[in-house]
């Protein structure tokens, strides 16, 4: 299995913060990463697909960065409807994986 | 638009067998590179792939619940069903039903179910 590996597993911050997210893998996996975003009680939702493709309708203020086995998630200037927890992805093997997630909290 | 609902029974009792069903809109399992598959999330967990099946029939399966699942496309209509026996109260989660393409994989999830497993 491609193990991933995700710092951190939280974090308080304040509105308007920048807010730095990492998934490590434990091989290469090219591009082949999203980034969801779960609030509670509800599915997952794709912000990033292919490791920096915001998708439709996601504000500006997520980017995603990375290939191979460093991928990072940044929000520039958080905002209150940010708070959730946050999972990256990886589907390049078949064996799908998740990070561990990171909840990110209001300071 | 592309819509996925998983339905089927959400309380069992241990070693029960967990049958799921997704009913879907929105594109067809026999367009070439079309997949529905199956994710799970225990609570307060990070979410976990099971299964997934393409529009050509073939499957794939977690490999340490393989011996456990099923999965099938349903003779007619929209719907995939998953099978999981031998349930326990470790297998208590939220089951979602997923679209998946080749070019494009999970990009399309349902509301998810929450199944739980208690004597």
């Known amino acids: 299995d491609i193990q991933m590996t995700q710092s951190p597993s939280s974090l308080s911050a304040s509105v308007g913060d920048r807010v730095t997210i990492t998934c490590r893998a434990s091989?290469?996996?090219?591009?082949?990463l999203d980034w969801y975003q779960q609030k509670l009680g509800k599915a997952p939702k794709r912000l990033i697909s292919a490791a920096s493709n915001l998708q439709s309708g996601v504000p500006s203020r997520f980017s995603g960065s990375g290939s191979g086995t460093e991928f990072t998630l940044t929000i520039s200037s958080l905002q209150p409807e940010d708070f959730a927890t946050y999972y990256c992805?990886?589907?390049?093997?078949?064996?799908?994986?998740f990070g561990g997630g990171t909840k990110v909290e209001i300071k | 638009q592309i819509t996925l609902r998983e339905s089927g029974l959400t309380v069992l009792k241990p070693t029960q067998t967990l049958t799921l069903t997704c009913s879907f809109s929105g594109f067809s399992l026999t367009s070439s590179g079309v997949g529905v598959g199956w994710i799970r999330q225990p609570p307060g967990k990070a979410p976990e792939w099971l299964a997934l099946?393409?529009?050509?029939?073939?499957?794939l399966y977690r490999p340490s619940l393989r011996s456990r699942l099923t999965i099938s496309k349903a003779t007619s209509g929209n719907h995939v069903v998953l099978i999981m026996t031998n349930m326990d109260p470790v297998d208590t989660a939220t089951y979602y039903c997923v679209h998946s393409s080749s070019w494009d994989p999970l990009d399309y999830w349902g509301q998810g179910t929450l199944v739980t497993v208690s004597a």
């Open positions: 091989q290469g996996i090219s591009n082949d």
């Open positions: 992805l990886q589907h390049n093997s078949y064996l799908v994986t």
């Open positions: 099946i393409y529009w050509n029939d073939d499957k």
